[in-house]
């Protein structure tokens, strides 16, 4: 027992060893599990390892357990040796980055050192090298420059050589590659080889179009050029026409192909005049044209002289004030040279292969020169207001006749871009408004203003317009005509915006006048004043609609015309955009409510008229008057006749002072009033015998409702309430009581009927004829009947 209880004794202290940190830390490092579970069952299955089951190797444990011990000694001695061992070794490492560094710096200094010494040696090894390649350049340069020297006088010796041959095609030719060769210097430095081959092409170019435009006046003197009057019959052959033919068309083509270096030369001229010139001014065409062709040219150079010989200088010919003298003989000499140029210069040129009509040619030559007359006599009229305006009317009626008759291309620009500078546009505006205030000045103070000049020709007088407004809208159109074909959307904005101006101007002079007549509205100006609101306000809604005004329209919305769309919102000019709108809307708002209140003025006066003349009428004994059953025997009431006689008057004064359509509202407008009128102040200010009811009827059915039945079929639904009102009261008395019922009923029971979709009191009355009264209405109207029991 004893040896047993010291083995288990030895087995718990072999446990105890085992649970030691080391161990932990051992195992752990063999990647085993250091809880405490799993070290009881690692240090189990290592005693049944080494002891087994025999109780007999117990006396091994102690040996077990000193070598343990001596192994976890060492494993102590191993930590603490590596522990102190660390930090030698990063000192170590230090050391070594450290001296790595110093030899690190030694190698860069010896580096800078031989590279210094490399730098001084080869210096000037590498400037002797730039020296020498500098001046290699320099002699390569040199040799080009000789060389295209050389070219160019090889190319001057050439079209010598050929002018010396009459070889013409060839000289043109290498006149041709020296203009390439001009082209291709054109980026270079060499300036003084650039005038030299410059100078030289012109030149050369010169003689050859000297010589070939001398020869082509040899021949166009033969072919009797330049016509400057009407030819009095078709070209006639002359004897050697074949010869002169060829001529014609062997010097066209020879100039046609100088055309190249012509354009070159040209190029080079102008751009050397705008870069030491001022800008070009703004009335210039906005889009470039090519240059003319050269026989254009020399065929333009007799009708330019005569030109500058008639219309400059001291001629009497050249006159400020007779624009048309010149502007009328360069369309004549484009008329008549029409015909030369169609059938000798045109067949040349398809020949030749070009797509340049000769006519329209020749009219650009000529309006080069009209365009620089027009330009210098402009600025000299600026301070004369009538000779300007003289001179604009004159340009106008030449670009027209130069577009219509002449069928000049519109891309091509005319006249018009000159009256588009800025101090020429200005003052043609201001000119155009003084010219239009004086004219309304005068047609306004006119004797015959208020009276219509087509009076006696109904036909043409539906508007009935007075003559001051059809000579203000005559006005109005011919400025549109005038600024109708300026090339140019923002000066046509412009004119219309002068144009609302002018009709502003011209509504507030006619408010002036008709506040001056308001005191007696039934007179005939007036009535004319009427008719020239409507007629202006019709004219301004038609221009609403038409092509042009729309147009413009898009134009001003486009490009934000501050003097057409200002004060307009976004959504008005969505509208205008759209087309929904119209330019001229805020003018039309004031003259239709202009025409409104003349209108309602006009009625409100009649209608006093009427009213007082109709005072008898309702003071008539409607309730004393006696039954009649044969409307046969019936006539008017005498009371109502002043009224009726008043009306019909009334209606036929105003059917022949206003418009048709002014007349059509005047008439149902007064038939309102007068329905309105007999409703309140006769039927239910009185009450009715069956007589009085009878009468009733028969004056307006059978006399109001007839004055109004020249101007539309059913007058009577124009007096609804007249009518319906007759309606009631000429009904029977039982039919009367049994309506009265039913409407009492109805007003009782009115909830009841509220959901009905047609309540029985509405139907009875629609069978009747009855629609615009309400129940209410008539239960009044058969309160007014005398014979109605209860009363």
């Keep these: 027992m004893a040896a047993g209880t010291e083995a288990e004794l030895q087995v718990s202290k072999l446990t105890d060893h085992f649970s030691h940190s080391v161990y932990t830390t051992s195992l752990d490092s063999e990647s085993f599990s250091t809880d405490a579970e799993g070290l009881h069952d690692y240090v189990v299955k290592f005693l049944e390892k080494k002891v087994g089951s025999d109780l007999k190797s117990l006396k091994n444990v102690g040996e077990l357990l000193e070598k343990l011990r001596e192994e976890n000694n060492v494993l102590e001695r191993q930590v603490l040796n590596v522990s102190s061992s660390v930090p030698p070794k990063v000192s170590a490492a230090l050391s070594t980055a450290a001296d790595a560094r110093c030899s690190m710096e030694d190698l860069l200094q010896r580096e800078r050192f031989i590279s210094n010494m490399l730098n001084q040696g080869a210096q000037p090894w590498m400037d002797n090298l730039g020296q020498m390649l500098n001046e290699v350049d320099t002699i390569g340069r040199h040799m080009k420059y000789l060389r295209c020297l050389q070219r160019i006088e090889e190319l001057s010796a050439a079209v010598q050589q050929c002018l010396m041959t009459s070889s013409v095609w060839e000289a043109i030719r290498t006149v041709d590659t020296m203009a390439v060769l001009d082209t291709g210097l054109n980026q270079s430095g ?53 010869e002169i033919n060829s001529q014609l068309e062997l010097l066209v083509t020879q100039l046609l192909a100088l055309q190249t270096s012509d354009d070159h030369l040209s190029q080079r001229a102008l751009a050397s005049c705008v870069t030491s010139t001022q800008p070009v001014s703004s009335a210039a065409p906005q889009h470039k044209v090519p240059p003319l062709c050269l026989p254009i040219q020399i065929m333009l150079l007799p009708l330019s002289r005569r030109f500058r010989y008639h219309f400059y200088g001291n001629r009497q010919t050249n006159s400020l004030g007779k624009p048309e003298w010149y502007l009328t003989q360069v369309l004549m000499w484009m008329s008549n040279s029409s015909t030369f140029m169609e059938e000798k210069i045109q067949p040349i040129l398809e020949r030749a292969g070009t797509t340049i009509s000769a006519r329209v040619e020749l009219c650009r030559g000529l309006l080069s020169l009209v365009q620089e007359k027009v330009a210098s006599d402009a600025s000299r009229l600026l301070y004369d207001d009538m000779l300007f305006c003289h001179l604009v009317e004159e340009v106008l009626q030449f670009e027209k006749e130069l577009r219509s008759n002449l069928s000049y291309p519109a891309v091509l620009p005319g006249l018009l871009h000159l009256l588009l500078e800025d101090a020429i546009l200005q003052k043609w505006l201001t000119v155009e408004k003084k010219m239009a205030v004086e004219k309304m000045d005068s047609m306004l103070s ?103 005004f729309l147009q413009l329209q898009q134009s001003a919305v486009s490009l934000g015309e501050e003097m057409v769309l200002g004060g307009l919102g976004v959504m008005d000019v969505g509208r205008l955009a759209s087309l929904e709108g119209s330019l001229f809307e ?58 009726m006689l008043c009306v019909r008057d009334r209606l036929l004064n105003l059917c022949q002072v206003l418009s048709l359509s002014l007349f059509q509202l005047a008439w149902q407008g007064l038939a309102e009033r007068l329905d309105n009128f007999l409703y309140q102040d006769v039927i239910l200010s009185n009450h009715f015998s069956d007589g009085g009811a009878a009468q009733l009827q028969f004056d307006m059915t059978r006399n109001l409702f007839p004055l109004f039945g020249h101007y539309c079929k059913r007058p009577e639904n124009f007096f609804k309430h007249v009518k319906e009102a007759c309606i009631i009261l000429s009904l029977n008395v039982g039919s009367a009581i049994l309506l009265r019922n039913l409407l009492k009923e109805s007003e009782e029971e009115m909830r009841y009927w509220a959901g009905a979709r047609d309540p029985p009191p509405q139907s009875a009355l629609h069978e009747l004829g009855v629609y615009c009264l309400a129940s209410c209405d008539v239960l009044i109207l058969l309160n007014l009947r005398a014979c109605m029991p209860g009363q």
């Excluded at 600024?483 to 904005?493: H, I, T, V, W």
């Design 190 to 242: 060499c300036f003084h080889l650039q005038d030299f081959l410059q100078e030289t092409l012109h030149f050369w170019h010169k003689i050859i179009k000297d010589r070939l435009a001398s020869d082509f006046e040899k021949v166009l003197t033969q072919l009797q050029w330049p016509i400057v009057s009407p030819p009095t019959q078709s070209l006639t052959p002359t004897a050697n026409h074949q």
């Design 446 to 548: 006119a004797e015959g203003a208020w009276s219509s000049q087509y009076k006696d020709i109904s036909d043409m007088d539906e508007l009935k317009a007075p003559d001051c407004a059809e000579t203000f809208m005559t006005l109005l159109q011919v400025i549109t005509e005038r600024y109708r074909a300026l090339p140019c959307p923002s000066a046509q904005l412009k004119f219309l915006g002068l144009q609302r101006e002018l009709v502003d101007d011209f509504r507030i002079r006619l408010t002036q006048v008709m506040k001056e007549e308001s005191r007696c509205p039934l007179g005939a100006r007036y009535c004319a004043i009427l008719n020239a609101v409507n007629y202006i306000y019709t004219i301004l809604g038609d221009w609403g609609d038409n092509v042009f």
């Design 586 to 643: 805020g003018l039309l708002a004031l003259l239709d409510r202009l025409k409104g209140d003349m209108m309602g003025r006009l009625l409100e006066w009649t209608m006093r008229e009427i009213s007082e003349k109709a005072k008898p009428y309702c003071q008539d004994r409607w309730l004393s008057l006696p039954s009649q059953y044969d409307q046969s025997t019936m006539s008017l009431s005498s009371s109502a006749c002043p009224m």
